[in-house]
């Protein structure tokens, strides 16, 4: 469990480090950004010195350190605000599009593969393949304009974007729409908050949802075909017992690491289907600060991007090994 510890601090540390110099990497100027082009040399180089821009690259990191270590991550050059709050207020639209998508993804795909693992060859088998190669190869912002003019263009059936509807009133408690409605006991601020979450949700749920039925159909072949499973038919147990206590429980292993894992690419896979859907997350959010050479939001935006993707690793990883008990945790 320590070393599990020590590995995921460090690669905390290194991505920070890593982040630090990217983000200095993107081309531009914030202070040109800031004022303009009709800027003069002497405000550009005014502001330089504000933002702490004039300093040595290794000065300005162990600014950014000390700053870290203190829970301060600075303030947005382009809206001023602190950038801890505007990721407390963003975060949770990331989250619960996110987790909403990772259960579309687990279920639909869990289902697709045992229903193709069924019968291999069969018609369900073969449209789990037509599926998952469609899933697979078409780009998220195609596939999100493309439910967008079908299902809220034509059909007019779910809004287009946005995270509510312009007549919900919404005071935030939590910051997670459905999570606050529950609380409220607000059902139309629940139906709002369903309603705009469906396309994004369907729109990255895509890609994770193909791996998952792929792996799952997979993994369910492989584990009917193994000695366990001959030996519970010789007994004499039925089909389902065979497939639900003996094979599905073994084939869910390797699941469990793809779902910890795609959860991850969840998170990149969420820049773009924010922006397609003005979903006010994370992911837009960043996309505004690469456009406005916003240093500090860019920094804070990717550091929780990582962190967050190594928390979810770490959390896989130990499941997996309380699922299976072939595994021990070297401590």
Known sequence: MLKIIFENVLTIFLAVIAVFFLVHLVPGDPAQVMLGERAT??????????????KPMLTQLGSFFVRLSEGDLGRSI????????????????????????????????????????????????????????????????????LLALVFGLWLDWLPLSGRLGYSVSYEPQTGFVLLDAILYGDWDLFKSGIEHLILPA??????????IARLTRASLIESLRADYVRTARAKGQSEWKIFFKHALRNAMLPVIT??????????GGAILTENVFAWPGMGRWLVFSVEGRDYPAL?????????????????????HHRADPRLKISS
């Open 202 to 211: 369907f729109t990255l749920a895509t890609v994770p949802m193909s791996m």
């Open 299 to 319: 920094q804070g935006a990717i550091l929780v991007f990582a962190t967050g993707i190594v928390i979810v690793m770490a959390l896989t990883e130990t499941i």
């Open 78 to 145: 382009r809206s001023g605000h602190r950038v801890i709050d505007e990721v407390k207020t963003r975060l949770p639209a990331t989250i619960e599009l996110s987790v909403l998508s990772l259960f579309i993804a687990l279920v639909i795909g869990v289902l697709l593969g045992m229903l193709a693992a069924k019968k291999p060859g069969g018609l369900m088998d073969l449209f789990l393949g037509a599926f998952s190669v469609l899933g697979l190869s078409l780009p998220i912002f195609f596939l999100g304009l």
């Open 258 to 267: 793809m779902t910890g894992f795609q959860f991850g690419l969840l998170l």
């Open 41 to 54: 040399p002497e405000a550009i180089e005014s502001i330089r010195k504000e933002l702490g821009l004039d």
